[in-house]
């Protein structure tokens, strides 16, 4: 069974600092994608980032950079001078790339970020 | 924009009643949604797979009596909650997978459902 561990229930910062939000995996299966979402307030779950486990090239964009460590399991993200738009809440998911078969995602418990003006 | 719709995205129903969220792909055929269900405050947990044109999946510990989930095209399903209790209450979100993109996985807006 996979499991996605997001140790870090709550996270507040002072706008413009720069936070890491840390995400663990665990799969016994060689081939998967991780995914990284942000949910507002408002509900909806707004896409990040998908990687898949071949690809360990970290990854930037904008504010936002990712760190994909298959020796550690890890796929931690940055955002760089945070803003009071990035509190929500961000989840950290896993999906095995199973073929004909069903991509069902496995999310960690989510971390709660706000940025405090 | 939207992908993946749901209506309605909140609904107020009372205990006992029977009330059925849509979640439909607008720009793809999905063969494959998904159901999800999110308690305040915690993550989401996967409710069911709804196959186009079979019967759903659901995960342990999810009664299929309870969550009726039909997807009789390739751009609907529905996820009816009969009988409603407050219990239910919750946000329901969709998945729908394109599968012309691989691993690309669209979610709805999400259904906040209030039962009193």
């Known amino acids: 069974a996979q499991k996605v561990t997001q140790a870090q229930t709550e996270i507040s910062v002072v706008e413009k600092e720069d936070v890491t939000l840390d995400c663990v995996y665990e799969t016994r299966d060689t081939t998967y994608y991780l995914f990284w979402y942000k949910q507002p307030p408002s509900g909806e779950l707004v896409f990040l980032i998908r990687r898949n486990s071949f690809d360990e090239q970290n990854e930037i964009s904008g504010r936002y950079s990712w760190n994909f460590q298959k020796s550690t399991s890890s796929f931690n993200f940055t955002i760089t001078a945070s803003q009071v738009v990035d509190s929500a809440v961000y989840f950290c998911a896993l999906t095995l790339n199973s073929g004909g078969s069903n991509y069902k995602l496995t999310f960690g418990k989510g971390t709660l970020l706000t940025v405090n003006p | 924009g939207a992908v993946v719709s749901q209506h309605p995205s909140r609904v107020i129903c009372k205990s006992g009643t029977s009330v059925k969220i849509e979640c439909r792909s607008l720009?793809?055929?999905?063969?494959?949604m998904f159901w999800y269900r999110q308690f305040p405050k915690k993550s989401l947990m996967l409710m069911a797979t709804s196959n186009e044109g079979s019967k759903a999946t659901y995960e342990q510990g999810v009664e299929k009596d309870k969550f009726l989930i039909n997807h009789a095209s390739l751009t609907l399903s529905t996820l009816t909650v009969t009988s409603a209790h407050p219990e239910d209450s919750s946000f329901y979100i969709c998945s729908a997978r394109d599968p012309w993109l691989p691993n690309t996985i669209y979610f709805g807006e999400g259904s906040w459902l209030t039962v009193v």
């Open positions: 720009d793809f055929q999905a063969t494959t």
